[in-house]
């Protein structure tokens, strides 16, 4: 066995199993090297050191088993979704103690175009924050309002199906009391209810976001000219979200 040989297979026991398997595509003599499958127990026992107590109690070797479990799980394709956005309306109420500031009847495709233009005067974060690819509904506020961030803001979304007049809950009642001073939105959430036909669908967040200008810095006043619905990560697309309101406890 070469120099080289030894060289290898001193360097090989430290490498990810990305790179230990970029190596066996170097050339022949690199692949014979690598595949030594006590290079692949080296990576299984940094990554799953248990199964390293049992050993020949596996039907497989180590690489094949590093290489099963590693290998990532590309997301299947989303059937259509059975909603579409001209199915729905949403229902969007906000109060302070003792006024209505925004109450209106929105129909789904409005929500679902969003703001095209973020109004004059808009910070630099909100619009990058509009551009960016994560999927979200927005909607423009006309006319604006004002509030301070001192008051109790309460917000209750609701949302209907106009093929089964069937109504779910999105939003119920929750309070505003999270500033993302990046991108000027003041947030409320609330964990959805799921239709008992997805069990063990839980701990879903819905987020709605008043977007801002600052009024009034110093006294907390903030000018509200946009309104923005999402579910974070839960859903990263409109197929993802129409499936995701599918599955809400439509009563």
């Known amino acids: 066995m070469s120099s080289y040989d030894e060289v290898l297979k001193a360097v090989f026991p430290f490498l990810d199993g990305a790179d230990l398997a970029s190596c066996m595509a170097v050339c022949k003599q690199w692949r014979e090297i690598a595949k030594d499958d006590y290079f692949w127990k080296c990576l299984c026992a ?24 590693r290998k990532r799980q590309q997301r299947q394709a989303l059937l259509p979704p059975r909603l579409c956005f001209e199915d729905l309306e949403f229902f969007i109420d906000i109060w302070t103690e003792d006024k209505l500031m925004f109450s209106e009847v929105v129909p789904g495709p ?3 175009a969003g703001i095209k233009n973020p109004p004059s005067g808009a ?10 690819p994560q999927y979200k509904m927005t909607l423009p506020v006309d006319p604006r309002f004002t509030v301070a961030f ?13 093929d089964s007049n069937r109504v779910a809950c999105i939003i119920n009642n929750s309070l505003f009391g999270y500033t993302d001073r990046t991108s000027n939105r003041f947030m409320a959430y ?35 000219f946009g309104i923005e619905v999402d579910f974070c990560d839960a ?9 995701l309101l599918d599955m809400l406890d439509w009563k």
């Open 110 to 112: 409005l929500l679902e």
């Open 235 to 243: 859903a990263n697309s409109k197929e993802e979200v129409l499936w």
């Open 150 to 162: 001192s008051q109790n803001l309460t917000v209750s979304v609701l949302v209907r199906r106009k």
């Open 123 to 132: 910070s630099e974060g909100i619009r990058l924050h509009l551009e960016c």
């Open 46 to 69: 940094r990554r799953w050191p248990s199964i390293c107590k049992r050993p020949n109690s596996f039907r497989v070797t180590y690489y094949k088993l590093y290489q099963t479990f």
């Open 190 to 224: 609330e964990y959805l209810d799921f239709s008992p036909l997805y069990p063990f669908t839980s701990n879903t967040r819905a987020w709605i976001s008043l977007l801002f200008m600052d009024k009034d810095q110093n006294e907390g006043v903030i000018d509200v």
